[in-house]
């Protein structure tokens, strides 16, 4: 699948088959997160990959019970590791590390999408009871939550605005 085809095919998958991703798939995900580039090339970030159902559980009650994590195979926790980022000072820690995980995340979703597998960006949940999900130590603070699977059903794609209204030119 070329670069172009996937960034303008993926979707936002919130219902997924029962059918769990294979280990290869599982690896190239991992591979798309680590080959993501990153600030000072400090790899600023660590990711859960929960296939566990009660911990799965638990991320979708902290996601205010948002049951498509339930459904998802696979569950990603992007988390930013702040001990890290504090190389940088306040800048690291509050924008780099950041940065740092939704490039990645972006990396995987792609990916997941050329080999056939739906995703989603969660943002909305609470970050202390995602944390406690995972038993994760004081300087990781997750970042997103990312179902993983084969899709159920793939959305059309949304409604977007105009080149003129998103991106402006400063020649």
């Not at 930013?80 to 940065?99: M, N, T």
Request: hydrophobic residues 45%.
């Amino acid at each position: 699948m070329e670069v172009y085809d996937a960034i303008k095919g993926r979707r936002s998958v919130r219902r997924f088959k029962k059918d769990p991703v294979e280990e290869e798939k599982v690896e190239a995900l991992k591979e798309a997160l680590r080959s993501a580039p990153s600030a000072g090339n400090l790899r600023m970030r660590r990711f859960y990959f929960v296939f566990n159902e009660e911990v799965k559980k638990r991320l979708s009650a902290a996601a205010f019970d948002q049951r498509f994590i339930l459904e998802a195979p696979l569950v990603v926790v992007a988390c930013a590791d702040l001990r890290i980022a504090d190389y940088y000072g306040k800048r690291g820690v509050e924008l780099y590390a950041i940065q740092d995980c939704a490039v990645s995340v972006e990396n995987m979703m792609l990916m997941a999408h050329s080999l056939g597998l739906g995703s989603v960006w969660v943002g909305a949940f609470a970050e202390s009871e995602a944390a406690r999900s995972l038993s994760l130590p004081e300087e990781l603070r997750p970042v997103a939550i990312v179902p993983v699977g084969y899709p159920a059903a793939v959305p059309s794609a949304p409604k977007r605005g105009t080149a003129e209204e998103e991106v402006v030119t400063v020649r």
